[in-house]
Nanobody, 126 residues
């Protein structure tokens, strides 16, 4: 298992930016693909995006394409989520997660991930 700790959340006005960080320890960090999820009140947790082991391949849900960027620094055991042009509908608790398999580019389902951080709140005001 990988231990994950998110940081960087906060309150921002619509159109603003935030960068979330996820520090990892435990299982060799360079092994698993990583994902960022979010969960708004009353809604299911959804995949925001994911990054491959090397960082060379990324996946984004349609609603964040062109606004969010996922990257990773394996030397620092950290994955990032840069969020630009934020909208009120981006308000949620954001979680990073480690893919249970290192044999695929990145998982796209909740069940593909087996290690989770505690989450960080992002609130976008209109």
């Amino acid at each position: 298992q990988v231990q994950l700790v998110e940081s960087g959340g906060g309150l921002v006005q619509a159109g603003g930016s935030l960068r979330l960080s996820c520090a990892a320890s435990g299982r060799t960090f360079s092994s698993p693909p990583m994902g960022w999820f979010r969960q708004a009140p009353g809604k299911e947790r959804e995949l925001v995006g994911a990054v491959s082991r090397s960082g060379g391949s990324t996946y984004y849900r349609d609603s964040v394409k062109g606004r969010f960027t996922i990257s990773r620094d394996n030397a620092k055991n950290t994955v990032y989520l840069q969020m630009n042009s934020l909208k009120p509908e981006d308000t949620a608790v954001y979680y990073c997660a480690a893919d249970r398999s290192s044999q695929r580019r990145s998982g796209v389902k909740l069940s593909d991930y087996d290690s989770w951080g505690q989450g960080t709140q992002v609130t976008v005001s209109s």
